[in-house]
């Protein structure tokens, strides 16, 4: 693994290499020479900056897959765990640590994910991730049933909002629709329905959109007193989620009126081919959310 240590080896060799090619040049070489070094100096450079980001690519891909399509949380937040834990550089490190925190929320260990969430330093990271931290926060207190500070983390996205780039703010959009209306379930469930619908009634795939998607709307039929529709969704929920934070979270609210044996699907559904895992956290232009997924399309 490069670590911190190799990273910062590679950095004084390359600094030793360059001042003793500047200095040979100014003594022995000609003018025209300095392109050459200035080229070999930005070629091993990019080739480190590669062997930086690339292996967080490949975990960011790697963490979707375990988180939702494998449901595989416990694997997730140690592989974050371990890349925080060996990072090269300081933002890698909190790049880590925002994935590390998600899994925390994956898990249903929201008061964890929220410390953790609020121990990143975000001046290292770009406002995008700044969104991401704040909604997975705000995500975490609904859960939690602490409505100021839900409200303070959507008021605080808000904020963010106005501060990032115009083409994120779509994105920031997006997550800032659903919070508003998990915010306003009780004052009106209908468009609360109408939100969830919106942005995960989707088929991609992940077993985790699906996941959402029940959970969501048991909230909803909760909401409006309906409780044989609202044990139909936790059932499924139940039943395929694993240690899915929605599963956890299901199994508090269920009321026994099914038998979560008939709505086991995740054995018999047709193979989906999840969508491309190329476009997640770490890519610098998100193409869409949902709002609540990982990535940035959403939880």
Not at 79 to 84: F, H, P, Q, S
Not at 180 to 202: I, N, Q
Request: with cysteine.
């Amino acid at each position: 693994m490069f670590n911190r240590k190799k990273y910062i080896l590679a950095l004084a060799l390359l600094g030793i290499a360059s001042v003793t090619a500047a200095i040979v040049n100014a003594i022995y070489g000609k003018q025209e020479y300095w392109l050459w070094i200035l080229l070999v100096v930005m070629t091993l450079w990019t080739v480190l900056r590669t062997r930086v980001y690339a292996p967080l690519q490949v975990f960011g891909t790697k963490f979707t897959m375990l988180v939702d399509y494998d449901l595989d949380i416990e694997e997730a937040c140690r592989l974050a765990k371990l890349g925080a834990d060996n990072a090269p550089t300081a933002r890698v490190k909190e790049i880590y640590g925002m994935y590390y925190a998600m899994g925390l929320y994956y898990k249903g260990d929201y008061e964890a994910a929220v410390r953790t969430f609020n121990q990143i330093d975000m001046k290292k990271l770009d406002g995008v991730y700044h969104v991401l931290i704040v909604a997975f926060i705000a995500y975490s207190e609904f859960e939690l049933g602490n409505p100021e500070a839900f409200e303070e983390a959507v008021e605080r996205l808000r904020g963010i909002k106005t501060a990032i780039p115009v083409k994120y703010q779509n994105y920031a959009a997006n997550y800032l629709e659903i919070l508003e209306a998990m915010g306003k379930l009780s004052a009106d469930p209908e468009a609360y329905r109408a939100t969830m619908e919106k942005h995960f009634s989707r088929e991609d795939g992940y077993i985790s959109t699906r996941l959402i998607h029940h959970y969501r709307l048991a909230l909803y039929h909760k909401e409006v007193g309906n409780v044989g529709e609202m044990d139909k969704l936790l059932a499924f929920v139940i039943a395929n989620g694993k240690a899915h934070h929605t599963a956890l979270q299901a199994k508090k609210m269920f009321q026994g009126t099914v038998n979560i044996e008939d709505y086991v699907v995740r054995d018999t559904l047709e193979e989906v081919q999840p969508a491309d895992g190329t476009a997640r956290i770490e890519t610098k232009e998100p193409d869409q959310t949902d709002g609540e997924n990982h990535k940035p399309e959403g939880e």
